[in-house]
Nanobody
């Protein structure tokens, strides 16, 4: 099983990026997925999660209204659209799969698989 995250980069404040996380090795169409991030010197924190159907999403307050999470189960891929980026969004972003079908698993950090991380750097 592999989660391949991509789409990170160096941008200026106010710019946008779209992160992708493609799963291989098995299908996760019946599992919630999400994104976490870890800034230098800080603990990993929850960013966003999406239910297996895509019908429910939830976001950290710090990104609400700026980030949008979606998924394409046919492609076994989730996407994190990040708009109006701020310097405080600078971090390594990790995608994750919940360890059960309930939406609450990934939201509460109960993760079965982690992606390798992709760096997002936002300059002021």
């Amino acid at each position: 099983v592999q989660l391949q995250a991509s789409g990170g980069g160096l941008v200026q404040a106010g710019d946008s990026l779209r992160l992708s996380c493609a799963a291989s090795g098995r299908t996760f169409s019946r599992y919630p997925m999400g994104w976490f991030r870890q800034a230098p010197g800080k603990e990993r924190e929850f960013v966003a999660a999406i239910s297996w159907s895509g019908g429910s999403t939830t976001y950290a307050d710090s990104v609400k209204g700026r980030f949008t999470l979606s998924r394409d189960n046919a492609k076994n891929t989730v996407y994190l659209q990040m708009n109006s980026l701020k310097p405080e969004d600078t971090a390594i972003y990790y995608c994750a799969v919940g360890n059960g079908p309930q939406f609450s698993t990934v939201v509460s950090g109960k993760v079965a698989y982690w992606g390798q991380g992709t760096q997002v750097t936002v300059s002021s």
